[in-house]
């Protein structure tokens, strides 16, 4: 079973231009989520979707940060425009559950990530 | 949210079992426990995860004590390639937004 893929794998920008990243889960699986990880910190949610619909974006930084996940399947996350705190792994995951039943079903499993350096 | 607690760092020998403890003293009844590890340069990596009974696959074991208040990873037979931080997690019921803290920096030393 292939896991779950992301590009790129690293991305350099200039403070205040946008950049995008992409990701594409494992086959079969509902939920989606994009975490934002910053050195030395553990991952943090910014969104959650639930096939193509949001189930929770109260983490994610609206002014500037936007994602979607059109047809269910692959899911991009927007950053425009970037600042000097947006230096971070960014990271997708998913998971087969639609709706937590507790257990394994929710196992999330993660892509490597997309490193932003932004300068 | 229950919240976790874990030592920032830790070592172990090769080929000795490695314990990684972890405190979820306000756990939910309802609540998991889910291992995480991950490897420099890499997403995380799932582990194990557990209610209140034991756990074993074939990456790892999980002890829950009794009261749920605590519980231990342990890698059996701990490698170079174990060398990675370990996040414990406790499931937030209702949804699935999984809380990762700082983690366990353990390093598997020759």
């Known amino acids: 079973e292939a896991g779950v893929a992301q590009s790129p794998r690293y991305k350099i920008i200039e403070k205040r231009q946008s950049v995008a990243f992409w990701c594409n889960p494992i086959?079969?699986?509902?939920?989606l989520y994009w975490y934002q990880q910053i050195l030395g910190q553990g991952p943090k949610l910014l969104i959650q979707?639930?096939?193509?619909?949001?189930?929770?974006d109260s983490q994610l930084p609206k002014d500037r940060f936007s994602a979607e996940r059109l047809k269910g399947v692959d899911s991009t996350l927007k950053i425009q425009p970037a600042k000097l705190e947006d230096s971070a792994v960014y990271l997708c995951?998913?998971?087969?559950?639609?709706?937590?039943?507790?257990?394994?079903?929710?196992?999330?499993?993660f892509g490597p990530g997309t490193r932003l350096t932004v300068l | 949210d229950a919240k976790t607690t874990q030592p920032p760092s830790m070592d172990c020998a090769e080929g000795r079992a490695a314990n990684l403890p972890c405190n979820h003293s306000?756990?939910?009844?309802?609540?998991?426990v889910y291992w995480y590890r991950q490897i420099h340069s890499q997403g995380p990596q799932y582990i194990i995860h557990?209610?209140?009974n034991n756990e074993t696959n074939e990456m790892a074991s999980l002890i829950i004590t009794e009261d749920r208040k605590s519980s231990t990873l342990i890698l059996p037979h701990a490698t170079l390639r174990d060398t990675a931080v370990y996040y414990c997690?406790?499931?937030?019921?209702?949804?699935?937004?999984?809380?990762f803290g700082a983690g366990t920096r353990l390093t598997v030393k020759p």
């Open positions: 995951a998913s998971s087969r559950s639609p709706i937590y039943t507790g257990g394994g079903g929710g196992t999330q499993y």
């Open positions: 086959s079969g699986h509902a939920t």
């Open positions: 979707f639930q096939n193509n619909g949001v189930v929770d």
């Open positions: 306000t756990i939910s009844g309802n609540e998991y």
């Open positions: 557990g209610l209140k």
């Open positions: 997690i406790v499931r937030v019921a209702g949804n699935n937004d999984m809380r």
